[in-house]
């Protein structure tokens, strides 16, 4: 059974929250996300606050007052792999970023790249598990949940990290 609630935040209109009641398992960035989530899982509106604390953490968040999340976690699915780098992007500390190449280091798979973005592309808890922390190796901003670069920049705006032209600026 999974649980739910719809919050408005200053860069996503609608942000779905998803949890079981061992922790916050999924966060939709838009509405057909969640209605493609939601039509093969069996899922009520949150009436007993399984969401409550990450709703007030991600509110936290976006207030500028919350610069690290403390949060029960239910993963629902992911690989080995998929698994090892969403702990690793959960390392990268707010107002950081860190190349695909250097995360791809940093869990000892320099040459899995690719792989990384793509476990990158299907983090479950966007903005908990800070994906959009992550980078081009040339400090271009590069793909964010179907390529929402602008959300991706705001994001790191709200952690001061300036973006010029889709680059992030020097010394950020």
């Not at 493609?36 to 500028?64: H, K, L, P």
């Amino acid at each position: 059974m999974y649980y739910y609630k719809k919050i408005t935040t200053p860069i996503f209109k609608e942000l779905h929250l998803v949890a079981t009641e061992k922790g916050i398992s999924h966060i939709f960035l838009t509405e057909n996300e969640f209605e493609q989530f939601q039509a093969n899982a069996s899922i009520q509106r949150d009436d007993v606050g399984y969401t409550e604390e990450a709703v007030q953490q991600i509110e936290e968040y976006f207030a500028g007052s919350r610069k690290a999340f403390n949060l029960s976690i239910d993963l629902q699915k992911g690989t080995a792999f998929q698994r090892e780098v969403w702990r690793a992007l959960s390392e990268i500390p707010f107002g950081v970023t860190k190349s695909y190449q250097d995360v791809a280091t940093l869990i000892g798979r320099p040459k899995a790249v690719r792989a990384l973005g793509q476990a990158n592309r299907h983090n479950p808890l966007p903005i908990v598990v800070p994906c959009h922390r992550v980078i081009g190796k040339d400090r271009r901003l590069t793909g964010y949940a179907g390529d929402k670069l602008a959300e991706k920049e705001q994001l790191l705006a709200l952690e001061g990290i300036l973006v010029v032209e889709g680059m992030i600026k020097e010394g950020q």
